[in-house]
């Protein structure tokens, strides 16, 4: 090379970035308020006819789905607050959504002044499917006056994206920004098996002692998956709790099989190993909360319960049980029925009932133990939906049926644990009847995600049902 000849530079030409309009239905804004920042530097369009839905839902008597919808008005006030009309219908900057120096944009269709046209196939406007329909006509329209741009609906109904496509529309899409995993079989169970002998494929580990405890220190590169307070065990002898991790090792706490399957809550004994473990997590003062996921039978709510007798009326623990669940949409309000809060939730609440009598059934008197255990143990019914703004200190809290929770439920619900507490998140993925959530996107399943790595949560998934032999064939094949 001639050390004389001049450098040649050449010109990298920066693509310029592509924006793209997407066009949200009314329940991606109840499912996720700030739905608005999530789409960084491309262009969101929410019809007029979204907003008129909005204000009709904030004044519902449903709690938690006007509290969103309130939200979500909120986020898009603060967005076009200074804007002028023609600002708002042509695209407002979102604060916070710049991606390469693009900031993203929103914008207010007047879809009230479309009317019919024979170039885009408008879908009916009837009283019946009215607000559906003007929704997926403002994603014709856009595609019609910009054939070549990316135009796209965005709705968590089922039904309305078949209808979109069908319509002709090019791009439909679920939500997906509440996704934290792309499979629900990846999701933490909260132990690991492994196969043949666990120290085969350990080639440096350090013993250490801490107080009365003995600890394995392994590298993390032997381990990269694991997270605190997770269980590891082989086909061998082997039983490990993960104590803790640091940037370079983990350190596990060895354990016997025999000595988890030996433990005792108010009477009851695990009948699997999961259960066993699932015991440990409840028992561990260093987990303030513990997220039990499982099929229906698997004794997850038993468990709960029993554990929490024992804290209270045997360790003294805790002063107060509360036992918590949302009502279902169909009786969201439960003002209308009589009695106090307790009474009224008592319908659906009756599988604890169910699991106090398995803890007492062999009583002279079952129900007069119930009833003593119930005052004893100072156990509350609560609803989810009238839980915000208190503070639960020195309590130990089951949250039932979690996985039709959304994510902002669940975080509403765990910001109200106080000092000196412990919660139980129990639920069971393939039991959601929320017809905005599936397992990807429920709740629980964020929690788990999210908190797995979190020194003072365990997670288990319990399974195994120990119900009845009918209850697991219905379980697996039904």
Same mark, same amino acid.
């Given at each position: ?16 970035? #592509? ?10 804004? $109840? ?16 019809? /007029? ?31 076009? =607050? ?16 710049? &991606? ?7 914008? !207010? ?25 003007? #929704? ?19 709705? @968590?109904?089922?039904? /309305? ?12 899409? +679920? ?18 098996? #492994? ?75 695990? &009948? ?9 997590? $409840? ?38 049980? !509360? ?10 309000? !439960? ?17 604890? +009932? =169910? ?31 009238? /839980? ?27 910001? &109200?644990?106080?000092?000196?507490? @412990? ?8 039991? #959601? ?46």
């Amino acid at each position: 090379m001639d050390s004389g000849s001049p450098l040649r530079v050449e010109k990298t030409t920066l693509k310029a970035v #592509i924006k793209k309009t997407y066009v949200l239905d009314t329940n991606v804004l $109840l499912h996720d308020p700030t739905a608005v920042t999530a789409f960084n530097e491309h262009h969101v369009v929410i019809p /007029m006819t979204v907003l008129e839905e909005l204000d009709h839902i904030k004044d519902r008597h449903e709690k938690t789905v006007s509290r969103e919808a309130r939200i979500a008005i909120q986020m898009i006030d603060k967005v076009v =607050d200074t804007a002028s009309p023609q600002e708002i219908q042509s695209g407002v900057p979102i604060p916070g959504s710049n &991606r390469e120096g693009v900031p993203g944009t929103l914008a !207010i269709y007047p879809d009230q002044l479309l009317s019919d046209d024979s170039d885009v196939p408008y879908l009916d406007v009837t009283q019946d499917q009215a607000n559906d329909n003007r #929704i997926i006509n403002v994603a014709l329209r856009l595609q019609a006056e910009n054939p070549a741009a990316f135009v796209c609906l965005v709705t @968590k109904d089922i039904n /309305m994206r078949i209808k979109a496509k069908g319509s002709g529309l090019m791009h439909v899409e +679920d939500y997906r920004r509440d996704r934290v995993l792309d499979d629900i079989d990846l999701l933490a169970r909260g132990y690991e098996h #492994i196969e043949g002998d666990f120290w085969s494929d350990i080639s440096e580990v350090d013993t250490l002692r801490e107080g009365d405890c003995t600890l394995h220190r392994i590298p993390r590169r032997s381990l990269p998956n694991v997270y605190p307070n997770m269980f590891l065990y082989d086909d061998q002898a082997f039983m490990a709790f993960v104590k803790r991790i640091d940037s370079d090792y983990v350190y596990l706490h060895c354990d016997s099989r025999d000595k988890l399957m030996h433990r005792r809550f108010w009477g009851l004994a695990p &009948r699997n190993l999961e259960q066993a473990m699932a015991m440990a997590l $409840l028992e561990n003062d260093n987990v303030d909360m513990t997220v039990m996921t499982g099929p229906a039978g698997s004794g997850k709510t038993l468990l709960a319960l029993a554990y929490g007798l024992h804290a209270i009326l045997e360790q003294k623990r805790f002063s107060k049980l !509360i036992v918590a669940r949302s009502t279902p949409p169909i009786a969201e309000d !439960i003002g209308f029925l009589p009695g106090t809060e307790e009474e009224k939730m008592a319908p659906w609440l009756a599988a604890f +009932d =169910d699991n106090l009598e398995i803890l007492h059934g062999t009583d002279e008197s079952c129900h007069g133990s119930i009833a003593y255990v119930k005052e004893r143990a100072n156990i509350q019914f609560k609803s989810l939906n009238f /839980m915000r703004g208190r503070s639960f200190n020195n309590a130990y809290i089951i949250i039932d049926e979690a996985q039709g929770l959304s994510q902002f439920q669940l975080k509403s619900v765990i910001s &109200r644990v106080g000092a000196d507490s @412990k919660i139980v998140v129990l639920g069971n993925l393939a039991q #959601i009847d929320n017809k905005y959530i599936s397992p990807l996107t429920s709740g629980l399943t964020y929690l788990v995600e999210k908190t797995k790595a979190y020194p003072h949560a365990g997670i288990m998934h319990v399974n195994g049902i120990v119900r009845s032999r009918l209850a697991a064939f219905a379980e697996e094949q039904l």
